[in-house]
């Protein structure tokens, strides 16, 4: 399975084949994780907030490819994404392992995943430098086994998608 | 013109350890302080009070290795907030991870957020397996390092400060795997149940 995670709509739906899923997270309608751990000490694997997410965090763990676009801000994802990816952590647990030299959450079954992101709107090489810095971090606790950041203007942003979902067909 | 505005971003604010923290540190601080909990609705309120003190701490948890959007979003707010004296803004931040670095990259989103808007960044005190470490016997640590911050904040010092369980890695793996085996068994999971492969609808 492969993913498209969007902070804003694209053009994309004639370019889709069957195995890819794609979610416009700015017509999902998703609440703040409120750090109950329920996730993982009441119902493990499940959130106890009904709403999209819960359409959504499945689907991460199941793609082998995925593709996020979101605004940066401050050097990380702005609001939509970093509100989606605070709700995926269903797909944790809570126990804690040894990780390249760091401690980090054990995965549930997360496939192992390739990931690109599309990251618009940083403006100085700082922002883009800690934004690089985030993703490495993340790559550890969402089971990347390679990514790939591609900064592009918000004009660049749909053609630079359509782009990457071209490749995936491609391949 | 004076005193720290604490500012606790944590998603769970009211029943937080960014709260027990702040609780901590203001016990410890001799400059007069003032607690508040972010909200989705009171930022417009927060910016009011940063208005009238010389320093604001903020507290919170490291989340999705990245600020939690509770304070990314007021962060946002205080952007297009005209502030007439800006206070110099300190960062208490705490992580359930072993090492305290893993909190670096949230701290530096808070260095930039400062940068980009004219605010001097204080001081910044690290904690690590700070989900757990009040309730162990090396919660004197933390206090200490309390301490020091509140002293920096006081004095105007930009201070890096950081604590952690003297544990090897092993040993803390080993503790926080007890600690959440009983968070499970008091809502009546088993260690085997918390530990399942299976997400829902995946």
């Known amino acids: 399975m492969k993913l498209v995670l969007s902070d804003r709509p694209l053009p994309l739906s004639d370019s889709l084949d069957a195995d890819t899923r794609y979610f416009d997270l700015s017509s999902c309608r998703i609440a703040h994780c409120v750090g109950c751990f329920g996730c993982w000490t009441k119902t493990p694997g499940r959130c106890v907030i009904r709403d999209d997410a819960v359409r959504i965090y499945p689907v991460i763990a199941k793609s082998e490819r995925v593709l996020y676009v979101s605004r940066v801000k401050y050097g990380g994802y702005d609001s939509p994404m970093k509100t989606m990816l605070e709700r995926a952590i269903p797909v944790q647990q809570a126990f804690i392992r040894v990780l390249d030299g760091e401690t980090h959450h054990v995965q549930r079954a997360v496939e192992p995943k390739r990931a690109t992101i599309l990251a618009y709107g940083t403006t100085s090489d700082e922002e883009r430098e800690i934004f690089r810095a985030l993703v490495a971090r993340n790559a550890k606790n969402m089971n990347f086994l390679s990514y790939e950041i591609r900064f592009v203007t918000e004009d660049e942003v749909e053609q630079a998608a359509a782009q990457e979902v071209r490749a995936w067909q491609a391949s | ?147 020091q911050l509140a002293a920096a904040i006081v004095q105007g010092k930009a201070r890096v400060l950081h604590v952690s369980m003297p544990l090897t890695r092993g040993m803390f793996v080993r503790a926080s795997t007890r600690y959440w085996v009983s968070y499970g068994k008091k809502n009546g999971v088993s260690r085997e149940q918390m530990a399942a492969m299976e997400i829902e609808g995946a």
Do not use: W
């Open chain 2, 1 to 147: 013109m004076a005193g720290i505005l604490i500012l606790n971003g944590s998603p769970r604010a009211p029943r937080s350890n960014s709260k027990r923290y702040a609780a901590l540190f203001m016990n410890r601080c001799k400059a007069q302080c003032e607690y508040q909990n972010i909200t989705r609705t009171n930022h417009a309120e927060l910016c009011e009070k940063m208005n009238k003190v010389s320093d604001v701490l903020l507290v919170f948890p490291l989340y999705a290795d990245g600020l939690p959007v509770t304070l990314l979003e007021f962060l946002k707010t205080l952007e297009t907030c005209p502030l007439e004296r800006k206070p110099v803004i300190s960062v208490l931040i705490n992580c359930g991870f072993f090492e305290h670095h893993q909190n670096d990259i949230a701290v530096r989103m808070v260095e930039l957020f400062c940068r980009q808007n004219g605010y001097r960044f204080g001081s910044v005190l690290k904690i690590a397996s700070g989900e757990a470490i009040l309730d162990t016997p090396f919660c004197g640590l933390v206090k200490r390092k309390l301490g």
